[in-house]
């Protein structure tokens, strides 16, 4: 079954499933050696690969920039953030081996379309502004989503996500600076950044995935602690960080019904089109093709790579051999 | 039940785990890990992955498999030496508090 699970004596699994309990009741980590539930295991597996995948498929929008960067400062910014994503993909995946899956097997499976990533990233870069506003709203979103999992409860996946924290806060501020120049720059400049805005605004609410009433696994994440808000939760929360931002930076969201609310001390907001939300989750989004076409074109053309770095290792140790 | 999650790690690069002095005067302390094909290029991507804004002053890279770890299921027999010893904890001696710098 498992290949973390302890052989345990029958009658054991009660006391092992009771110890468990006790640790998530008492908000300590569970690490790759402990026993812990077949489900659990299953459940931690698909979301840190999928959220592996998303780290490294949420290159390409970006990466697409890169050559075309508006200026040196621009572009050395835009590789870093991209690079970063890189790191973060690795970081996921390592966690993700240590409940016994093998990462070249996660990869097939992202590439052979058996596994997926944010619906974010099937939606088109049009321009440099969309490289701020990804930035400012994806790196954003992705931030809300991401710092509560700090304190998620298997051990690997939280130290990875303290690592990942660190780092997204550069990649929205980057983003929200490059908005800033361009704000103070043409009205073209201004209507670029605009124009992305009201593009980019309602997949990143997306981001956060099906309302509360369609996401029948998230109480039993939040009892396991590998989820720590609801969806809608998140959402809102999100909702309430940018607004005031958008005002800031003079854009306006796309959302007539976005208004304060006294008594709810929110935001209240538009609802999100779940439909097309569907559509881009179950392989119709504008770019779901095209996105994993290119990570297999990148994984096989750079097959070579890993291939003669495999056999200068080998030489090197045989070297070493006749030394001795 | 499908089990299709579950497969065989493959013969391909072998696992390190990367443990980072932060800064002179703390111990290595373990990051991660990554693949590598052998000792030097897991190095050298360790410094890429785990130490690109200056995390540390040196990297120590292990093959996991060379990692011999004290089991949780033996949690008890490993720890328990320490757990009666409370003599080795200065909070064991009760000193007046008008002892100064103790
Ligand atoms: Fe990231
Ligand atoms: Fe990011």
């Known amino acids: ?324 | 039940m499908s089990n299709d999650d579950v497969t065989p790690a493959r013969p391909e690069w072998p696992l390190y785990e990367v443990f980072v002095r932060g800064k002179r005067g703390l111990n290595h302390v373990h990051v991660g890990s990554l693949h590598a094909p052998d000792g030097e290029m897991a190095l050298h991507n360790a410094r890429n992955l785990y130490t690109r804004r200056n995390e540390g002053v040196s990297i120590w890279v292990v093959l996991a498999e060379n990692v011999t770890a004290s089991s949780p299921d033996e949690k008890d027999p490993y720890f328990a030496p320490s757990g009666d010893k409370v003599y080795r904890h200065p909070t064991f001696y009760p000193i007046p508090e008008d002892v100064p710098h103790i």
Request: hydrophobic fraction near 40%; aromatic fraction near 8%; proline fraction near 6%.
């Open chain 1, 1 to 324: 079954m498992s290949t973390t699970a302890q052989e345990a004596p029958p009658g054991a699994d009660e006391a092992l499933q009771a110890d468990f309990d006790a640790k998530i009741a008492a908000n300590q980590r569970i690490e790759p050696r402990d026993w812990m539930p077949e489900a659990y295991r299953r459940s931690l597996v698909r979301q840190v690969s999928q959220h592996a995948h998303s780290e490294i498929i949420g290159m390409q929008p970006e990466g697409d920039w890169i050559a075309t960067a508006p200026s040196l400062r621009r572009k050395a910014i835009l590789l870093a953030k991209v690079q970063d994503e890189a790191g973060h993909g690795l970081y996921l995946y390592a966690a993700a081996e240590t409940l016994g899956v093998d990462r070249a097997d996660l990869t097939e499976r992202l590439i052979g379309g058996r596994q997926k990533y944010s619906s974010i990233f099937n939606y088109p870069s049009l321009n440099y502004a969309d490289v701020g506003v990804i930035g400012w709203l994806v790196d954003g979103a992705a931030i809300c989503n991401q710092v509560p999992l700090c304190r998620t409860s298997f051990g690997p996946y939280a130290r990875a996500m303290v690592r990942i924290c660190k780092e997204e806060s550069f990649h929205q501020r980057q983003g929200y600076e490059l908005l800033m120049r361009m704000m103070e720059g043409t009205e073209g400049q201004r209507a670029m950044v605009q124009d992305a805005v009201d593009r980019w605004w309602w997949p990143s609410l997306m981001m956060f995935g099906p309302p509360d009433v369609d996401s029948p696994n998230t109480r039993r994440s939040m009892d396991w602690g590998i989820k720590i808000d609801t969806n809608d939760d998140l959402r809102q929360k999100f909702v309430d960080m940018t607004v005031p931002q958008a005002e800031k930076l003079g854009v306006t969201l796309p959302d007539p019904e976005l208004a304060w609310n006294d008594e709810r001390d929110h935001y209240d907001f538009g609802e999100p089109d779940w439909d097309e939300l569907k559509q881009v989750i179950s392989g119709n989004g504008p770019k779901n093709a095209e996105r994993v076409e290119r990570r297999r074109a990148a994984h096989e053309n750079g097959a070579w790579v890993r291939e003669a770095a495999t056999a200068y290792a080998e030489k090197q140790r045989s070297a070493r051999e006749v030394a001795v």
